[in-house]
C-alpha cells in the first residue's frame, strides 16, 4: 500500500512565523500535490510536482511556496503565516498523471 | 469557478437503505471521474472511478453512474451501513492542463443504524 506521511498532525503558529509542511511518499510517484481543505470550499489545489524541482501552482498559490529536492518529499511552505491561512493541509501523490492520489492524513494547522 | 459541484452539502439515510450522491461537472473535456471518502481527521481514500466511455461502473456495494449529456455522476451505495457515514468528493482530472485534479465541495454522509 502507498503511505504519504505527513509529518505533523496539528500545528499552531503565530501570524507571521514561516511554517513548513513536510510530505514524504515511499511508492516512488512521480507526482505530488498539496491542497487544503475548508468547510463549503471542498478540497483546493495550492501547488503540485510531476519531478524533482518542478512545480506548478494550482488554484490558490498566493501565500504559498514548495520545494521538491527529492523525489519522495515535497514540502510546503508559508513564508510569513498569516490567520486566512488556518486550514486542513492535504499532501497527496500520484504514480502518474491520470490515477487516483493518495492521500497522507493531513495537518491541522492553527494560525493565531 | 467551480468545475465539479456537489450541491448537497448532507444527506442522512437509513441503515440498510441506497444512498445516492450527486456530482455535476461543466468541463466537458473531463473524461474520467473519481470519488474519494473522507473520515474525520484522515485523509481522503480513494473509492471508486468511472472513464468517460463507460456509463456504470460497480464495486461491491459500491456504483457509480455517468450521464455524459448531463455532464452528471452519481455514487449509489446499497444497501448503506453505519460505517460509510463520512464526507464523500467527487473529483475529475483536468488533462489539458496537466496533473490539476478538481474536486467537488463533498457531501457528509449519515447512515443512521
Known amino acids: 500500500d502507498v503511505k504519504v506521511t505527513q509529518s505533523s498532525r496539528y500545528l499552531v503558529k503565530r501570524t507571521g512565523e514561516k511554517v513548513f509542511l513536510e510530505c514524504v511518499q515511499d511508492?516512488?510517484?512521480?507526482?505530488m500535490f498539496w491542497y487544503r481543505q475548508d468547510p463549503g470550499l471542498g478540497l483546493r489545489l495550492i501547488y503540485f510536482?510531476?519531478?524533482?524541482?518542478?512545480?506548478e501552482k494550482g488554484d490558490i498559490p498566493e501565500g504559498y511556496s514548495v520545494s521538491r529536492e527529492k523525489k519522495e518529499r515535497f514540502s510546503l511552505i508559508l513564508e510569513s503565516a498569516s490567520t486566512n491561512q488556518t486550514s486542513m493541509y492535504l499532501c497527496?501523490?500520484?504514480?502518474?498523471?491520470?490515477?487516483?492520489?493518495?492521500f497522507g492524513n493531513g495537518t491541522r494547522l492553527t494560525v493565531t | 469557478d467551480q468545475q465539479v459541484k456537489q450541491n448537497s452539502p448532507s444527506l442522512s439515510v437509513q441503515e440498510g437503505r441506497i444512498s445516492i450522491l450527486n456530482c455535476d461537472y461543466t468541463?466537458?473535456?473531463?473524461?474520467?471521474f473519481l470519488w474519494y471518502k473522507k473520515y474525520p481527521a484522515e485523509g481522503p481514500t480513494f473509492l471508486i472511478s468511472?472513464?468517460?466511455?463507460?456509463d456504470k461502473n460497480e464495486d461491491g456495494r459500491f456504483t457509480v453512474f455517468l450521464n455524459k449529456s448531463a455532464k452528471h455522476l452519481s455514487l449509489h451505495i446499497v444497501p448503506s451501513q453505519p460505517g460509510d457515514s463520512a464526507v464523500y468528493f467527487c473529483?475529475?482530472?483536468?488533462?489539458?492542463?496537466?496533473?490539476?485534479?478538481?474536486f467537488g465541495t463533498g457531501t457528509s454522509l449519515t447512515v443512521i443504524p
Open positions: 468541463n466537458s473535456m473531463f473524461d474520467y
Open positions: 511508492m516512488d510517484h512521480e507526482n
Open positions: 473529483a475529475a482530472p483536468d488533462f489539458n492542463t496537466g496533473n490539476q485534479f478538481y
Open positions: 497527496a501523490s500520484s504514480f502518474r498523471y491520470n490515477s487516483p492520489l493518495h
Open positions: 468511472i472513464s468517460s466511455i463507460k
Open positions: 510536482s510531476y519531478d524533482v524541482k518542478m512545480k
